[in-house]
């Protein structure tokens, strides 16, 4: 990490933190003080979306389904597929509670990032101590992503908007197995809600 002198935040983002089980423990021994941002959206969802992303770079993938269930016949769900496991979010977060109180959390919802940025940039920006600078005017809908872009920075003569993997359609994926996976993500939803202290409504 870059030093940080007072009055400065150093910022740093990757995905698999918050499902690595060693992680927490690392970043505990760099800074047990760290502020932890956690973006999260209905695991179905997230399912769906990170085979999407894969297909896109492997289109030979096996079905959603034939990799989410562990046997077709009972309808058990694989949870050592990381597409599934990855939506755990309850057992995920019992592994950085071990090591950062809850206070340290900010557990933002990917659905309101997308319907309301600016609120959801709002307390990001309140939780961090900051000033809110960012608002509705920064942001613009983009039909054809079906996500906010940010408005064109100064100096820049294009808007800022999410990448080609992002905002892709998902393959038609058999209701029942959506419900399936959603019977399954339920306990664990309930126990993220309690644990976070945030009820997300995913079901």
Not at 29 to 55: E, G
Not at 80 to 106: C, D, M
Not at 171 to 200: A, C, K, T, V
Request: glycine fraction near 6%.
């Amino acid at each position: 990490m870059p030093r940080t002198l007072d009055g400065q935040i150093t910022m740093e983002k990757t995905p698999s933190y918050f499902v690595t089980k060693e992680a927490p423990s690392r970043v505990c021994i760099m800074n047990c003080q760290t502020k932890l941002i956690v973006v999260v959206r209905d695991p179905v969802t997230r399912a769906v979306s990170d085979y999407t992303q894969t297909l896109s770079k492997n289109p030979g993938l096996p079905s959603f389904q034939s990799l989410a269930l562990k046997n077709s016949t009972t309808g058990v769900i694989d949870t050592t597929w990381s597409a599934v496991r990855i939506g755990l979010y309850a057992k995920h977060l019992e592994n950085w509670l071990q090591y950062f109180p809850l206070s340290h959390f900010l557990f933002v919802s990917g659905e309101r990032l997308v319907s309301d940025p600016a609120g959801e940039m709002g307390r990001v920006q309140d939780f961090l101590g900051l000033k809110r600078v960012v608002s509705d005017k920064h942001f613009y809908f983009n039909q054809t992503k079906g996500f906010p872009c940010l408005k064109k920075p100064e100096g820049s003569s294009r808007p800022r908007c999410l990448g080609k993997s992002k905002g892709r359609p998902h393959p038609q994926i058999p209701s029942e197995i959506l419900q399936r996976l959603r019977d399954f993500y339920r306990p664990f939803n309930h126990r993220f809600y309690q644990m976070s202290g945030q009820d997300f409504g995913w079901d």
